[in-house]
């Protein structure tokens, strides 16, 4: 989006006590129109047919509690059973494909879902609103319960100024640089200010490419499985990884002179074994074949 000069942003929504909050009934009838069988739904009501919840307190049982919604918590089914229930909302945003974001192949995607985890992706500040309102609609009809206070939506365009831009007062817009957590992933996230606290914690370049491994690079990984990284963006992130490793320096401005040639910088064997972005992600493309 910065790239291209889009003005588009992500709204992550929350849902207050998302699978609690999940009415029985339309999720039987989602069940239904899903056509997953007379058996299965037999089932699937047979586990949630009176259901009965002790409190423990100080080592004794509370009384009976007697739940009318939701679904199990730790329950392995009610995962699925929930990503079942939110699928009308999905289905509801994709007949609004103008309101979402355009692929560079042409394709448009209005939201993402994973479980509770969900987000918008809108093509405008006017777009955003509509689908909010979608949402909305869906809640009332579903026991859903949206929490505005915590939605967060980011600005996806980082040459736009998130002071300049107006939600309406129904959208809570945080800046492009500011972290915003999804599925254990920083989105917005300032790669190199992040390398800086590790700058002095490891003192032998050995150190150095552990920490890199173990606390950098992993939550690289987490995300370029699902997500194409252009080679401009890969450049980048291989001269931090040297310059830190190798220089121990943490500013895209510091100056470094490395003692060992290129080619032996990455050689497991030979050379020092330093992370080369590039092919983990041949690797990783190699293993969706």
Not at 31 to 36: F, I, K, R, V, Y
Request: aromatic share 8%; hydrophobic share 40%.
């Amino acid at each position: 989006c910065t790239l291209e000069d889009h003005d588009h942003y992500a709204t992550f929504l929350d849902f207050s006590k998302a699978y609690d909050m999940v009415d029985q009934s339309f999720l039987f009838d989602v069940l239904g129109e899903m056509n997953m069988g007379p058996s299965f739904l037999s089932w699937v009501r047979l586990l949630y047919a009176s259901p009965v919840a002790h409190l423990i307190f100080n080592g004794a049982l509370g009384p009976a509690i007697r739940p009318t919604c939701g679904v199990k918590q730790g329950c392995p089914l009610s995962c699925l059973l929930f990503v079942l229930y939110i699928e009308p909302l999905g289905a509801m945003l994709r007949q609004h494909p103008h309101l979402g974001m355009t692929t560079p192949d042409g394709d448009t995607i209005t939201s993402i879902f994973f479980a509770d985890d969900s987000t918008l992706l809108s093509k405008d500040l006017p777009a955003a609103v509509e689908q909010l309102a979608i949402v909305e609609e869906f809640c009332a009809v579903s026991g859903a319960r949206l929490n505005q206070a915590k939605c967060q939506t980011l600005v996806l365009n980082g040459h736009l100024n998130p002071e300049d831009t107006d939600g309406g007062g129904l959208l809570n817009i945080v800046p492009s640089g500011q972290p915003i957590k999804y599925l254990g992933v920083m989105f917005g996230h300032n790669l190199p200010q992040g390398a800086q606290q590790w700058g002095c914690r490891a003192r032998t370049l050995q150190g150095r490419r552990l920490l890199a491994n173990t606390v950098m690079l992993s939550l690289l990984w987490h995300v370029t499985k699902a997500t194409p990284v252009p080679p401009e963006t890969v450049d980048t992130w291989q001269s931090m990884l040297c310059r830190y490793i190798l220089g121990r320096k943490t500013l895209p401005t510091d100056k470094y002179r490395p003692l060992v040639a290129p080619p032996l910088q990455f050689d497991p064997e030979l050379g020092l074994g330093l992370p080369h972005v590039a092919s983990k992600l041949r690797a990783q493309r190699l293993q969706l074949l």
